[in-house]
């Protein structure tokens, strides 16, 4: 089964910013919700950002939702196909380090996506790393 594709992630330094790009294959249409996850070494896969895309209602297509670790830094948004999700990371902390995953809901609107088990399918990760 054809994943989502991570692409954009390196080494930085504190303070700097990069930019994650997940590219959907063409088996996977009209998500839900889509959103970016992190786990750092040692520790559980935990969500940053999330997006409503497709909504019944128009007043929450586009809708994002941020951790408090990273609201106000991070910016995640998607192309207007809904094809390809972002994530822009400014300022970026020692502790925004570890491996990021691009996550698809299919039928879950991020209202009801909170966690792992939320999302449908998964990317295999891309490594983020931002040295003090």
């Known amino acids: 089964q054809a994943q989502p594709a991570e692409s954009g992630g390196g080494t930085v330094h504190a303070g700097e910013s990069l930019r994650l790009s997940c590219t959907l294959p063409?088996?996977?249409?009209?998500?839900?919700?889509m959103g970016w996850f992190r786990q750092a070494p040692g520790k559980e896969r935990e969500v940053v950002a999330r997006?409503?895309?497709?909504?019944?209602?128009?007043?929450?297509?586009?809708?994002?939702r941020y951790d408090d670790s990273v609201r106000g830094r991070f910016t995640i948004s998607k192309d207007n196909l809904g094809k390809t999700l972002f994530l822009q990371m400014n300022t970026l902390k020692p502790e925004d380090t570890g491996m990021y995953f691009c996550?698809?809901?299919?039928?879950?609107?991020?209202?009801?996506?909170?966690?792992?088990?939320?999302?449908?399918?998964w990317g295999q990760g891309i490594q983020v790393n931002v040295s003090a």
């Open positions: 997006i409503d895309l497709n909504s019944r209602d128009s007043q929450f297509d586009g809708l994002t």
């Open positions: 996550a698809v809901a299919k039928q879950t609107y991020c209202s009801g996506a909170h966690g792992r088990r939320d999302f449908d399918y």
């Open positions: 063409g088996t996977i249409y009209s998500p839900a919700c």
